[in-house]
Each structure stands twice: as structure tokens, then as C-alpha cells.
């Protein structure tokens, strides 16, 4: 069953980056960085929002953070706490042991691995605390930068439709990558 119960919010810490508890005080970053027209390019949702939103947003993670629903970080630099991005498990389906991972990150920190760095460290805590079997993400066709994160990461396509199915992927592509199928598992 998919473990979803920790004591506290769980840091993840990697070599450049710290993956933390979303804030109040992350609230103007939110609102840059899901108002970010390069951002949105791939991710289907309306560019501009406002301060009341994303304050609003981050209650919305902490609701669902609380009903151990899903699980989202602030991506930052080890060093520094200002947020440069976020990545998440949401859509869990507890009877596969499945979530989907999804994440986005400002475009001055795109093209340096940080994402690639956040999300194996993310794969490894799905695994390993989550008890996680199954981890699907559902990028645009077109977002050739997330698929070449996946694929490092070995995640592979989804083209039978075995774990997110057409309907719910609604246009977009499905990549999976199975606990079975990690070195280590």
C-alpha cells in the first residue's frame, strides 16, 4: 500500500538542490512561476495568475498533503531558499501502488540537471518510502526537454495505455517506470 504517513513533511537534500515543505512565503515565486508564459507552453493551464490564487494553491497542497492525497515540494538551491521550482506525486491510485510525478521549474534554471537531479532523487523516494510500485508522468508531445528526463531516468512509453488510459491521458503522452524494472528492487 502506498505510505503517505510522515512524521513530519519529508526534505529531500541532493547534491545541488533542497526539495522542501511548499510555504506561505513561496506564495510571489508561485505566482511567477505559474503565471511563466515558457512554463505554461506545455502545461495546458491559463498564464497569468494572481497573488490571491497562488496563496490559495498552496492551501490547496496543504489540504492535500494533510488528506495524504499526494505529496509536493519547493525545488531550491541547497544554499539559497528561494523556490526555482516544484515536482509532486498526485494522482495516486492506492490499489496499484501508483502515482503519477509531475513538476515544473523557471526557465533560467532549465538546461543545468537540476530537474534530472530532483527528479531521480524523487524515483528513489517513491520506491523506497513510498512504497510505490508504479510511476507515471503525462508530458505534451512537444516538451522534448521532460521526455529527455524521463528517458534518463528509464522511464518508458506507455503506448498500450496499460496504466493511464487515453481517456485520462487526454491527448498526452504517457511514460511509466516500474519498481521491478530498478536496478536494486
Known amino acids: 500500500m502506498v505510505y503517505l504517513q510522515f512524521e513530519s513533511f519529508p526534505q529531500l537534500i541532493t547534491e545541488r538542490l533542497l526539495l522542501r515543505q511548499l510555504q506561505l512565503t513561496d506564495a510571489p515565486a508561485i505566482m511567477q512561476l505559474r503565471s511563466d508564459e515558457q512554463v505554461n507552453t506545455f502545461l495546458g493551464r491559463k498564464g497569468t495568475i494572481s497573488m490571491e490564487e497562488a496563496t490559495a494553491f498552496i492551501h490547496k497542497i496543504e489540504t492535500t498533503i494533510n488528506n495524504k ?10 544554499h539559497h531558499p528561494a523556490l526555482i521550482g ?28 537540476l530537474m534530472q537531479e530532483a527528479v531521480s532523487t524523487l524515483i528513489n523516494f517513491g520506491f523506497e518510502q513510498m512504497n510505490l510500485e508504479i510511476i507515471t508522468a503525462l508530458p505534451e508531445a512537444g516538451n522534448i526537454k521532460s521526455i529527455r528526463v524521463l528517458e534518463k531516468n528509464k522511464f518508458i512509453p506507455d503506448e498500450h495505455h496499460q496504466f493511464v488510459s487515453k481517456e485520462e491521458a487526454d491527448g498526452l503522452l504517457v511514460y511509466y517506470l516500474t519498481k521491478k524494472k530498478q536496478p536494486g528492487y
Open 86 to 113: 516544484t515536482i509532486c506525486y498526485w494522482n495516486i491510485v492506492r490499489e496499484k501502488n501508483m502515482a503519477e510525478m509531475g513538476y515544473e521549474l523557471f526557465p533560467a534554471f532549465q538546461g543545468k540537471g
Open 69 to 78: 492525497d499526494g505529496l509536493y515540494w519547493a525545488i531550491t538551491l541547497k
